[in-house]
Nanobody
Framework: QVQLVESGGGLVQAGGSLKLSCAASGLTFSSYNMGWFRQAPGKEREFVAGIRGISWSRGSTYYADSVKGRFTISRDNAKNTVYLQMNSLKPEDTAVYYC?????????????????WGKGTLVTVSS
């Protein structure tokens, strides 16, 4: 049974930093493409960042334009964990952040295309 468990969310002031973690189990982690998505109140879930598995463009990363230059996604295959380092946070980054995994990424890093999802962790950025 695949499980993705996010942690590291919380309350931070604008301009601050947070690092999210997602611990994965029940899958061959290194082969999976991993993504971070977020959903703000009243809005649809959206892509934030993605990182390819070792079988596919090993370790290539992708970012939404809104977070490029501020957020960094990384993975530690030995620990079955993917991270999201978030710097220069803005109030508009407030959302529930979800970790997701997909083996073949046939639909790209899209909400409808990911195979597995975590339950999310809340990030609140105060102004």
């Amino acid at each position: 049974q695949v499980q993705l468990v996010e942690s590291g969310g919380g309350l931070v002031q604008a301009g601050g930093s947070l690092k999210l973690s997602c611990a994965a189990s029940g899958l061959t982690f290194s082969s999976y493409n991993m993504g971070w998505f977020r959903q703000a109140p009243g809005k649809e879930r959206e892509f934030v960042a993605g990182i390819r598995g070792i079988s596919w463009s090993r370790g290539s990363t992708y970012y939404a334009d809104s977070v490029k230059g501020r957020f960094t996604i990384s993975r530690d295959n030995a620990k079955n964990t993917v991270y999201l380092q978030m710097n220069s946070l803005k109030p508009e980054d407030t959302a529930v952040y979800y970790c997701a995994a997909d083996r073949y990424l046939t639909s790209g890093f899209t909400v409808g295309g990911m195979d597995y999802w975590g339950k999310g962790t809340l990030v609140t950025v105060s102004s």
